[in-house]
C-alpha cells in the first residue's frame, strides 16, 4: 500500500524532520531516488486551544496577559515569551501557575487511584501508548536504581519525585501488558516502602485519555521522551507537555530533534545512542550481557528485578523481561541504561540536590 501511494501521490512526507529524513534513505529509498521532487517534510503537530488553554487556566492567562492572544493560532508567537524569562515576577507568576496545575493532578490522581502524590516533588511524566520501543521499561530501571541507593543510604539526598505513567496497550501484546504489570508492582513496593516514599511515588493513571491526559501535560515538570533512536515517527506527547513548561529528557528521535532546537539545548536532557550509532552497534554485534556484566549499577538492577520483591516471591513473573534484555534487548535498553541514568542527575541538578 506504502508502494502504490508513493507512486500515485504528488507529495511524500513523514511526520518529523527526523522521520523524513529516514524514509528518504531506508524504507522509500527506492522511491526518493526515482522521484526526489515528491519528498518534503511536514511534521505534525498539536492544538494549544485544546491541550493548553484548557488544560491550563492558570498559564494560558499568565501568556494571555503578557503577549496578548495571538498564539493561540499561531505557536510562533510564544516566542515572545523569550524576554520576560529573565523578569522575576514573570517567573514567580509561571512558578505559581506550575504549582496550581500540580495541586490539580495529584487531587486527581487521589481521586482515581488512592494514592497520595507530592505536589512539590518533581512531576516526572510518561505518559503514551505502552510499546518496547518507548522504553517504558528504561524508566522504571531508573527508578529501581533510585530505590536500590535509597536502601543501601536511606539519608542521602534525593530530589523527590512523582513518577507518573499512562497509557494504553493493544489487547494482544504480552510484553507491553506485562510492562504495565511491572510498574504496578515496583509501584506497591516503592509507594509503601518507609524508606522510599518520602523520596519517590509511582502512579499509573487508568483509562488513558484527552480528558485525563490534559491535567497531566499541565502538571509535568519533566518530560519523557526516551525511545530508541529512529524508532518514534514524531510524537505529539512531547509537544504538549513543552508547551505547559516541562523540561524533556530524551534522545535525538522523531520530534525530540526539533524541539530540541526550539527550546535550546541548555532546556533538554539529551541522551542515547543515535541512529547512526546504533547502526553501527548492530553491524559491530550488539550482546547485550555484556553491558549487563560491566556495568555495577545495571547489574544491581536486574538482580533486584529477579529476586522476587516485586512479585510477591515469585521469580518467575518478570523473567520473559529480563531474558528479553539479558539475550536479545532489540530497543538498546542496556545499551542506554548508563548514559540514562547520567542524563537524570543533570536533571537533580537542575531541579534541587542530586542523590550522592
Not at 220 to 225: K, N, T
Not at 227 to 244: C, D, I, V, W
Not at 255 to 268: L, P, Q, S, Y
Not at 298 to 320: M, N, R, T, Y
Amino acid at each position: 500500500m506504502a508502494h502504490l501511494a508513493c507512486a500515485g501521490s504528488r507529495s511524500i512526507n513523514g511526520v518529523a524532520k527526523l522521520h523524513s529524513h529516514l524514509l528518504k534513505q531506508t524504507v522509500l529509498k527506492d522511491f526518493y531516488e526515482l522521484w526526489p521532487e515528491k519528498f518534503h517534510n511536514v511534521t505534525n503537530g498539536v492544538t494549544p486551544r485544546r491541550f493548553m488553554a484548557l488544560a491550563n487556566p492558570s498559564l494560558s492567562k499568565l501568556i494571555d496577559d503578557t503577549i496578548g492572544r495571538g498564539w493561540l493560532r499561531d505557536g510562533v508567537e510564544l516566542q515572545q515569551l523569550e524576554a520576560h524569562a529573565q523578569k522575576k515576577d514573570f517567573c514567580q507568576e509561571w512558578q505559581t501557575a506550575k504549582n496550581e496545575a500540580k495541586h490539580r493532578f495529584c487531587l486527581q490522581a487521589q481521586k482515581v487511584t488512592g494514592e497520595k502524590l507530592n505536589p512539590h516533588a518533581i512531576c516526572d511524566v510518561q505518559v503514551k501508548r505502552i510499546h518496547e520501543y518507548k522504553r517504558q521499561l528504561l524508566n522504571v530501571l531508573h527508578i529501581l536504581h533510585l530505590y536500590s541507593q535509597l536502601k543501601l543510604e536511606p539519608n542521602c539526598d534525593l530530589v523527590p519525585r512523582n513518577f507518573i505513567f499512562g497509557g494504553k496497550a493493544a489487547p494482544g501484546y504480552y510484553m507491553a501488558k506485562l510492562i504495565i504489570k511491572l510498574i504496578h508492582s515496583v509501584a506497591e513496593v516503592v509507594n509503601n516502602d518507609p524508606v522510599s516514599r518520602n523520596h519517590l511515588r509511582m502512579v499509573f493513571i487508568p483509562d488513558f485519555n484527552v480528558k485525563t491526559a490534559s491535567p497531566i501535560y499541565a502538571a509535568a515538570d519533566l518530560s519523557e521522551q526516551i525511545s530508541t533512536a529512529g524508532l518514534e515517527a514524531s510524537g505529539t506527547g512531547n509537544m504538549k507537555m513543552t508547551l505547559n513548561g516541562a523540561l524533556t529528557i530524551g534522545t535525538l528521535d522523531g520530534a525530540n530533534v526539533e524541539i530540541r532546537d526550539a527550546v535550546g539545548e541548555e532546556n533538554f536532557f539529551l541522551f542515547g545512542h543515535t541512529v547512526e550509532t546504533l547502526e553501527t552497534l548492530k553491524n559491530e554485534g550488539y550482546r547485550p550481557r555484556e553491558w549487563y556484566e560491566n556495568n555495577q549499577h545495571l547489574k544491581a538492577v536486574i538482580e533486584l528485578l529477579q529476586s522476587g520483591l516485586f512479585s510477591h516471591g515469585d521469580p518467575e513473573l518478570f523473567k520473559p523481561l529480563v531474558d528479553n534484555l539479558l539475550y536479545d534487548d532489540p530497543f538498546f535498553v542496556l545499551a542506554d541504561f548508563q548514559d540514562y541514568i547520567e542524563a537524570q542527575k543533570r536533571v537533580s541538578d537542575a531541579f534541587g540536590d542530586p542523590i550522592n
